[in-house]
C-alpha cells in the first residue's frame, strides 16, 4: 500500500510560482510511476504530466510545457511540481497519483491541494 499527501498549494498572482509536494508511506513507491493530475471547478481532472520511477525521464502536457517540471527524490520518497509562470487557468485541485504497473494505471491517490492563481 502507498499512502500519498500532496502540499504546498496556495493562492497566488499569476506571473507567480509554487512547488508542490507529494510525500508517500510505503518502500514500493520508488519503484512507481507518478502523475500529477488537476481538476478546475465544473471541469473534468485533467493531466499535467508523470515522471518515471527511476526519475530518468519526466513528461508534462503541451499546455504547462516550458512552465512546469516535475522531479523525484526517492530517497525521500518525494515528488514535485515546480510551477512558474502561473496563469489563472492553472487554478485547480492539484493531485498526485501512484502507478503500479508503470504503464499509466494510477491506483494511488493523494487527497489533493488547491492552487489559486489570481489575475
Known amino acids: 500500500q502507498v499512502h500519498l499527501v500532496e502540499s504546498g498549494g496556495g493562492l497566488v498572482q499569476a506571473g507567480d510560482s509554487l512547488r508542490l509536494s507529494c510525500a508517500a508511506s510505503g518502500r514500493t513507491f520508488i519503484l512507481y510511476r507518478v502523475g500529477w493530475f488537476r481538476q478546475a471547478p465544473g471541469k473534468e481532472r485533467e493531466f499535467v504530466g508523470y515522471i518515471r520511477w527511476n526519475g530518468g525521464s519526466a513528461h508534462v502536457v503541451d499546455s504547462v510545457k516550458g512552465r512546469f517540471t516535475i522531479s523525484r527524490d526517492n530517497a525521500k520518497n518525494t515528488v514535485s511540481l515546480q510551477m512558474n509562470s502561473l496563469k489563472p487557468e492553472d487554478t485547480a485541485v492539484y493531485y498526485c497519483?501512484?502507478?503500479?504497473?508503470?504503464?499509466?494505471?494510477?491506483?494511488?491517490w493523494g487527497q489533493g491541494t488547491q492552487v489559486t492563481v489570481s489575475s
Open positions: 497519483a501512484a502507478d503500479p504497473t508503470n504503464e499509466g494505471f494510477y491506483d494511488y
